[in-house]
């Protein structure tokens, strides 16, 4: 089936299941509520009509089938892509552009998604560095920002897409220029979990969840 014969609610929970196993995070049906905002009757209804459409399957964690891999392959990369677009040729602000792109995502076509990629010049991840499915994005090693050492000096690569859910947190990281290549000197680690890092020539707080979900290319 085409991806196109799909819900936009279909596509969405795929993508949020996508999403949660890209982040290391177990698929239960609790967690994919958390992740999209909705409660977990919802979920567990979606959850069972897109079963008997052959897009996942159910046991201890809810798995995308081939069918259903496919299908939030092609949202999750017309998404990222989309993001580019509204970054890099539209120039929208960095932080809103995953917002947008919501909306993109459900109706770019197979023409429309060509030319974006030739548009951008083949992209491999989208503005906040998450890998674009099916780009040949080969990714640094990595490590989360919580575990740089004090005085250590390495170049952010990614932001975790549970981060970008929340538009407060983006609006944070790009005031305070946290976004990918730039260079953050860890200066000081406190026993919960929250750190202090220069980036910028500026010093910024950051607490024990975001810096779980900040990741930096180890050289």
Not at 2 to 17: H, M
Not at 136 to 149: F, W
């Amino acid at each position: 089936m085409s991806d196109t014969t799909y819900s936009v609610r279909f596509r969405e929970y795929a993508e949020a299941i996508w999403e949660l196993e890209e982040a290391g995070i177990r698929v239960l049906q609790a967690r994919i509520a958390r992740w999209l905002g909705v409660s977990p009757a919802s979920v567990s209804e979606m959850i069972r009509r897109m079963q008997a459409e052959g897009l996942v399957t159910i046991e201890d964690e809810v798995t995308l089938t081939d069918e259903g891999r496919h299908l939030a392959a092609v949202v999750v990369r017309r998404h990222r892509l989309a993001e580019r677009f509204l970054s890099e040729v539209l120039k929208l602000p960095w932080a809103k552009v995953h917002e947008e792109a919501e909306v993109w995502e459900t109706m770019i076509s197979d023409d429309v998604e060509k030319a974006m990629w030739a548009v951008m010049e083949d992209p491999k991840t989208c503005p906040h560095g998450n890998p674009i499915p099916g780009a040949g994005y080969q990714p640094p090693r990595m490590k989360p920002l919580a575990d740089m050492e004090r005085g250590e000096t390495l170049s952010l690569e990614r932001i975790s897409e549970e981060l970008e859910l929340d538009a407060e947190m983006m609006r944070f990281l790009d005031e305070n220029h946290l976004r990918p290549d730039s260079l953050i000197r860890m200066v000081q680690k406190d026993p919960y979990g929250a750190l202090t890092v220069e980036v910028a020539e500026r010093q910024v707080g950051i607490g024990a969840f975001a810096s779980e979900r900040l990741f930096v290319a180890v050289e």
